[in-house]
């Protein structure tokens, strides 16, 4: 049966942090600031697939007060939010991403986003979409306090069925 899962989340920046979106560094005065790397669209992408297997949220996953996750890369994170999916049998399909940030420029990232976030989810390029907007200016985003990000996944969970929802 096919599910969705919708995730969000926002990083504010600091100095002295790298700007990691997508699994890629991409250059800024500025980085993104949080217990991990603070790759805000590798994090959206992760609530959205655990949204799918109703299994929570990253915070839940990867508290952000254990050490062990400090620095964490969250493409391995995100490797390991995979490893949910298969050891319940289920398959991501699709996804797609749209990252708010009035800065940097983010267009000449999207394809590396879009290979890098299918490496570690084992999936074509093709089957993850990335856009990137600015908020004209508006909001935290406009005032480039920091990143916006939200992600959709569609899954197949591996059980049969009509594709209405039973309960899990
Ligand atoms: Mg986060």
Same mark, same amino acid.
């Given at each position: 049966?096919?599910?969705i899962?919708?995730g969000?989340?926002v990083h ?5 942090r790298?700007?990691? &979106?997508?699994g ?8 993104l600031?949080g ?7 590798t ?15 990253i915070?839940?996953?990867?508290p952000d ?9 969250? &493409?391995v ?8 999916v298969r ?5 991501? &399909? ?7 940030a009035?800065?940097p420029? &983010? ?8 290979e890098?976030l299918?490496?570690?989810?084992g999936?074509?390029?093709g089957?993850v979409g ?6 004209e ?9 920091g990143?916006?990000?939200?992600a ?16 899990r």
């Amino acid at each position: 049966m096919l599910r969705i899962g919708h995730g969000f989340d926002v990083h504010r920046f600091a100095e002295g942090r790298r700007c990691v &979106l997508g699994g890629v560094e991409v250059p800024y005065e500025l980085g993104l600031l949080g217990h991990s790397d603070a790759d805000v669209v590798t994090h959206a992408l992760m609530d959205a697939i655990l949204g799918t297997l109703r299994a929570g949220d990253i915070g839940q996953l990867f508290p952000d007060d254990d050490p062990a996750f400090e620095g964490a890369d969250s &493409l391995v994170l995100l490797s390991r939010v995979m490893d949910v999916v298969r050891s319940r049998g289920a398959r991501v &399909l699709d996804c797609d991403c749209t990252i708010a940030a009035q800065a940097p420029k &983010l267009a000449p990232y999207r394809e590396q986003m879009r290979e890098r976030l299918a490496g570690a989810m084992g999936l074509p390029v093709g089957s993850v979409g990335m856009k990137a907007t600015t908020t004209e200016g508006l909001g935290f985003v406009g005032r480039k306090e920091g990143i916006a990000a939200w992600a959709v996944v569609l899954l197949d969970d591996g059980a049969p069925g009509d594709g209405r929802c039973s309960g899990r």
